[in-house]
């Protein structure tokens, strides 16, 4: 029982929880208590280390410009407004307070702040849709399109715009990408004739990628009812992503062992069968692993083109606060950039998942 526990918080990404299992079992003891101690507490500290030196740096970034501001009313209006100036500081009025690195204090309020917004915009659309269910029903039936909800998405709403969009990316990167890396990899003539292509196209910027897209969307694209800012996004993070699954999958499929080659031709395998019988399984591992990076690339590109292509989801969220300049509006900003990370850690250990599923071996853990 121990050993197959061991086994499967290793394969979802847990090992750190391993002595602890052990020391459960009472397997070496001292040993185990001090690889827990290692992997897992010495983490917990970080963190704290992390917390204490984010809450002196904004303690004192507060505190510097909190001065600054007492200076300037000296100097532009006398003693009087700086005494008025300190006062309003020190009471926490929000108009006069210094705007700058949010602390973990704020930060965490702001996170608050932002899950009760959405509470109260989700309420907003279920009454919305209550009201509307009536008409919405005889448009039904009179084939017209449904009454929606035009309000401002909260939030959460834009996290899920973001991940439709990033996956509708990624599967674009992946249905392009996969085909042509494996017709280049199997010619050494083609690898080399296209070898220039790819090399070109795979460090061009974000921006560039938007702006073509957004060229080519607006010519061919002329239905006003269809959502062009989603099809520009989630176009623009495919092609910016793409390139790593091409070349490895490129680079699997000619590093395939000859041998395999070899008696796929004795066998006369058809070209279908050797591709998805031999080439595939042997490639995989270089494929999931293009297919990792191409969805981290994805998500990091994305907050970019939705910034610039001022489509829905949190790089759009971003700019709005930024361009608010609201006293929260900093702290906001820094619990995006938190959400931001965690779904790309989170997304990268779910590739990994499902890559050591693919290449899983079961006589491994028989």
């Known amino acids: 029982m121990k050993d197959k526990i061991i086994k499967v918080i290793r394969f979802i990404g847990l090992g750190f929880l391993e002595p602890l299992v052990r020391l459960c079992y009472g397997e070496e003891t001292p040993k185990n208590a001090t690889n827990f101690v290692k992997q897992a507490l010495f983490p917990v500290f970080s963190i704290l280390l992390f917390l204490a030196i984010w809450q002196s740096g904004a303690t004192h970034l ?100 973001s991940l439709k969009t990033v996956f509708a990316g990624f599967l674009l990167a992946a249905i392009v990408a996969i085909p042509i890396g494996i017709i280049i990899g199997l010619s050494q003539t083609l690898r080399t004739s296209f070898n220039w292509l790819i090399q070109i196209f795979k460090p061009v910027s974000p921006v560039v990628w938007l702006l073509l897209v957004f060229m080519i969307i607006k010519t061919l694209i002329t239905d006003p009812d269809m959502d062009k800012s989603f099809m520009i996004s989630f176009i623009s993070v495919g092609l910016c992503a793409m390139w790593a699954t091409l070349v490895n999958t490129s680079m699997g499929v000619s590093s395939v062992d000859k041998d395999f080659i070899n008696v796929s031709k004795v066998l006369r395998l058809s070209v279908g069968k050797n591709i998805f019988k031999v080439i595939l399984p042997a490639s995989i591992p270089l494929i999931f692993t293009g297919l990792r990076i191409t969805l981290s690339v994805a998500w990091m590109v994305l907050i970019a083109i939705e910034l610039l292509a001022q489509s829905p989801g949190l790089g759009s969220f971003v700019w709005e606060e930024f361009q608010n300049g609201a006293n929260d509006s900093n702290a906001k900003i820094i619990v995006a950039m938190f959400v931001i990370g965690i779904i790309g850690f989170a997304l990268d250990r779910i590739m990994l998942t499902i890559q050591k599923f693919m290449s899983f071996n079961k006589a491994e853990i028989a």
């Open 62 to 161: 507060y505190n510097k410009e909190a001065d600054r501001k007492i200076e300037k009313a000296l100097k532009d209006q006398g003693e009087e407004a700086a005494a008025d100036m300190e006062a309003c500081i020190e009471s926490g009025d929000v108009s006069c307070q210094p705007n700058t690195l949010p602390s973990p204090a704020q930060v965490w309020g702001a996170y608050r702040s932002l899950l009760a917004d959405h509470k109260i915009i989700a309420s907003k659309k279920d009454e919305f849709a209550e009201k509307t269910a009536k008409t919405n029903a005889k448009r039904a039936e009179k084939g017209l399109d449904p009454i929606t909800y035009t309000g401002r998405p909260s939030f959460v709403d834009q996290i899920l715009t």
